[in-house]
């Protein structure tokens, strides 16, 4: 079993900023694309950002470009999601997750094989 664990989650009003992070207890990191995705409230869960495997290659979903960077440092295996000029829309419960097609996380597809638990980012307007 693959252990994601997710921190950096809070409360924040908007404008306001908060860097996520995410720590992959994976030997080799350095294979595999890694992706953050959401869940607001009553609603689906969506992909936020991807980052490929080499730190190369970054997807940005249209809610988050501009405001939200995606990075990994593979030496601490993780991953990181800096997000800015936060609006209350963005709050939800942030997941990581990765899978082992790496172009499942690059396109953000719904149906990963391995997730985290999750952190929570409540905006406050």
């Known amino acids: 079993q693959l252990e994601i664990v997710e921190s950096g989650g809070g409360l924040v009003h908007a404008g306001g900023s908060l860097r996520l992070s995410c720590t992959i207890d994976l030997f080799r990191i350095n294979l595999y ?18 980052i490929s495997h080499n730190g190369e290659i970054t997807n940005y979903a249209d809610s988050a470009k501009g405001r939200f960077t995606i990075s990994r440092d593979d030496a601490k295996k993780t ?26 996380v ?8 391995f997730w985290g638990q999750g952190t929570q980012v409540t905006v406050a307007s």
């Open 33 to 50: 694309s890694v992706g953050w995705y959401r869940q607001a409230p009553g609603k689906e869960r969506e992909g936020v950002a991807s």
């Open 79 to 104: 991953v990181y999601l800096q997000m800015s000029s936060l609006k209350p829309e963005d709050t939800g419960i942030y997941y990581c997750a990765t899978d082992r097609l790496n172009y499942r």
């Open 106 to 113: 690059e396109q953000l597809l719904p149906d990963l094989n």
